[in-house]
């Protein structure tokens, strides 16, 4: 049987030292300066993929040059885990985890749901999470205990809802469709859970992590994820104080999907495992 987390189990790793924090958010400042001129701006779009579209920007390759410089002038023994340009010092216990737009088709569209994620990890244990969003000016920051959120230069703490019945929650996923982010078996598990909920809303990448931890959204469902994709969640949502799981109940990363369940509350959280699951006995 499967156990959530509670809220002590949560708080796992060292706390960072004292400069981390600010040195996090200067990694966010700089990739701010770079990618917000570029966005409703003409950005020039790749393709990384050979068959199928999977954009990147000038935008997401410049931010994480300017971020891997700051990181290399000030932390040289610290490894980098990067979207744009892979994993530096493998071998080094503290490490960033950068992804500088993610939700580049977002970024493409002009939609701003869109956003810079930056972790710093001990061990591969996430301590410190930034979640920014450039365009609204809005920042989220936690590291496991305490979440705080800052828009247009104004602080306050950001807490999630708290919503403990699944037929209440607002439940949210990038894309429902079986062939761009989950398998077809995983797109029933998603349709039973999105189903149960109160409502459902599509396309928010990162950004509806961060209203999960605002306690404005309920429940995030995804699978197709790596580890630039979610590290930086984590400490947000358990600061915020919400869990964060695979489908399984694991810890993120426990399994080679990517598979990332955050809720708003351990109940939901629990509940929605178990609906999980009974989707999956079934076949």
Same mark, same amino acid.
């Given at each position: ?191 039973? %859970?999105?189903?149960?909920? !109160?409502?459902? #809303?599509? @396309?928010? &990448?990162?950004? +509806?992590?961060? $209203?999960? =931890? ?28 919400? %869990?964060?799981?695979?489908? !399984?109940?694991? #810890?993120? @990363?426990? &399994?080679?999907? +990517?598979?990332? $369940?955050? =809720? ?20």
């Amino acid at each position: 049987m499967t156990v959530t987390p509670d809220r002590k189990d949560r708080q796992r790793g060292p706390t960072p030292d004292p400069h981390i924090k600010p040195f996090a958010e200067r990694l966010a400042d700089a990739a701010r300066a770079e990618t917000l001129p570029r966005f409703r701006a003409g950005a020039q779009i790749y393709n990384k993929a050979g068959m199928w579209f999977d954009p990147v920007t000038d935008a997401d390759r410049e931010a994480e040059r300017a971020q891997r410089r700051l990181i290399e002038a000030m932390y040289p023994d610290h490894g980098i885990l990067g979207e744009e340009f892979g994993e530096t010092r493998p071998e080094a216990s503290a490490r960033w985890v950068l992804d500088p737009v993610d939700g580049t088709r977002a970024f493409v569209c002009g939609a701003a749901t869109w956003a810079t994620l930056i972790a710093h990890e001990i061990n591969q244990s996430p301590v410190l999470g930034v979640i920014d969003q450039p365009f609204t000016d809005e920042r989220w920051i936690g590291d496991g205990a305490a979440c705080v959120y800052r828009r247009a230069g104004v602080e306050a703490p950001s807490r999630v809802s708290g919503c403990a019945e699944l037929g209440k929650a607002r439940i949210t996923t990038t894309d429902p469709r079986s062939t761009a982010y989950f398998t077809r078996a995983e797109a029933l598990a998603f349709e039973a %859970v999105a189903d149960a909920a !109160r409502l459902a #809303r599509f @396309g928010f &990448d990162a950004y +509806g992590y961060a $209203l999960l =931890a605002l306690g404005e959204m309920d429940l995030v469902m995804e699978a197709g994820l790596q580890r630039h994709d979610y590290a930086a969640l984590v400490p947000v949502i358990e600061g915020a104080g919400g %869990v964060v799981t695979n489908w !399984r109940g694991e #810890r993120p @990363g426990a &399994d080679d999907r +990517g598979e990332i $369940l955050a =809720a708003g509350s351990a109940p939901l959280h629990a509940e929605a495992l178990a609906l999980i699951a009974d989707v999956r006995r079934r076949g």
